[in-house]
């Protein structure tokens, strides 16, 4: 188990389904943050912004972010990471998609299938 604690201070956490519904305890979903200290969006990323910093449908009026990470609300009230809905990871803060990493590797002619 990896708990990531619980929300600070003037922060939300939302763990929703593909259907943006609330799961209950012990049910995983994809984490999302509203609050005060959220980000505006990208910087010059309008289609990423527009992607993962939604209207939230818990407050009407306000946004949220979609993180991307699998978690689940554990009875104690901390959150449990779970991994990525997608194939995406970070190394020292920086994203990397793996399936970049592939199509590269693929491009090259002595190579016929790859993993990453």
């Known amino acids: 188990i990896i708990p990531i604690g619980s929300p ?15 799961q209950p305890i012990g049910v995983i ?3 999302c943050i509203a609050g005060d200290g959220l980000a505006r969006g990208y910087w010059n990323r309008p289609e990423l912004t527009a992607e993962k910093f939604v209207d939230n449908p818990f407050e009407p009026g306000t946004r ?5 990470d699998l978690a689940r609300w554990l009875p104690d009230g901390n959150i449990e990471y779970l991994g990525r809905v997608d194939h995406q990871v970070k190394i020292r803060g920086y994203r990397i998609e793996c399936g970049e990493i592939e199509a590269r590797l693929m491009a090259h002619a002595d190579i016929r299938e790859t993993v990453v």
């Open 8 to 22: 600070i201070p003037n922060t939300r956490l939302f763990i929703v389904n593909e259907n943006m519904q609330l």
């Open 29 to 31: 979903g994809e984490l």
């Open 64 to 68: 949220m972010y979609r993180t991307g």
